[in-house]
T-cell receptor, first 115, second 113 residues
Framework: AQSVDQPDAHVTLSEGASLELRCSYS??????LFWYVQYPGQSLQFLLK??????VVKGTKGFEAEFRKSNSSFNLKKSPAHWSDSAKYFC?????????????FGHGTILRVHP | EAAVTQSPRNKVTVTGGNVTLSCRQT?????MYWYRQDTGHGLRLIHY???????QIGDVPDGYKATRTTQEDFFLLLELASPSQTSLYFC????????????FGPGTRLTVL
């Protein structure tokens, strides 16, 4: 069975600092990996995805993520962080084999960036 | 721009009540999904569909039915609502040829008293 773990329920940092949100996954084949962001009171918005190729992928809003097969991770990064980045971030994995389009989500990390 | 809309945005019902949540997408996507979001659980897949008339069971289907009437419209039905179904419900759509990137609706907050 596939799973996604976001070990940090909350991350707090000051504006201008570098942020890194952790995501690890369990999947028997090569995964498709995604990051979504949910601002307070809003729906989920797509940030970026890893399908194949370059292990560092860049997305919207200045975010990037690095796929590391060696430790099954897909951490989200941004530098510097801005107070407007405060939101809940979800890592997700897609089943590449069956092409169901199904996403398995982590529980999310709430990021607070203090001005 | 492609869009996913949901109605109603908020709904309050009583235990045993009958509720239908509606979702419409103008993305021309074949795949549509219903999720619920609860604190401590992230998003959990209830039902999904590959196209009109198709229905697939998700990870937490108990107490829910769904129907996909057209490519655009996907409905979630709670025929005997229970307080445990109080949640925030999201609909999403995707193009299977675009590596499963999903586009989400604004959500429906359902309260079952």
């Amino acid at each position: 069975a596939q799973s996604v773990d976001q070990p940090d329920a909350h991350v707090t940092l000051s504006e201008g600092a570098s942020l890194e949100l952790r995501c690890s996954y369990s999947y028997s084949a090569a995964p498709y990996l995604f990051w979504y962001v949910q601002y307070p009171g809003q729906s989920l918005q797509f940030l970026l995805k890893y399908i194949t190729g370059d292990t560092v992928v860049k997305g919207t809003k200045g975010f990037e993520a690095e796929f590391r097969k060696s430790n099954s991770s897909f951490n989200l990064k941004k530098s510097p962080a801005h107070w407007s980045d405060s939101a809940k971030y979800f890592c997700a994995l897609s089943n590449t084999g069956a092409n169901t389009g199904k996403l398995t989500f982590g529980h999310g990390t709430i990021l607070r960036v203090h001005p | 721009e492609a869009a996913v809309t949901q109605s109603p945005r908020n709904k309050v019902t009583v235990t045993g009540g009958n509720v239908t949540l509606s979702c419409r997408q103008t993305n021309s996507h074949n795949y549509m999904y219903w999720y619920r979001q609860d604190t401590g659980h992230g998003l959990r897949l209830i039902h999904y569909s590959y196209g009109a008339g198709n229905l697939q069971i998700g990870d937490v289907p108990d107490g829910y039915k769904a129907t996909r009437t057209t490519q655009e419209d996907f409905f979630l039905l709670l025929e005997l609502a229970s307080p445990s179904q109080t949640s925030l419900y999201f609909c999403a759509s995707s193009d299977p040829n675009n590596y499963a990137e999903q586009f989400f609706g604004p959500g429906t907050r359902l309260t079952v008293l």
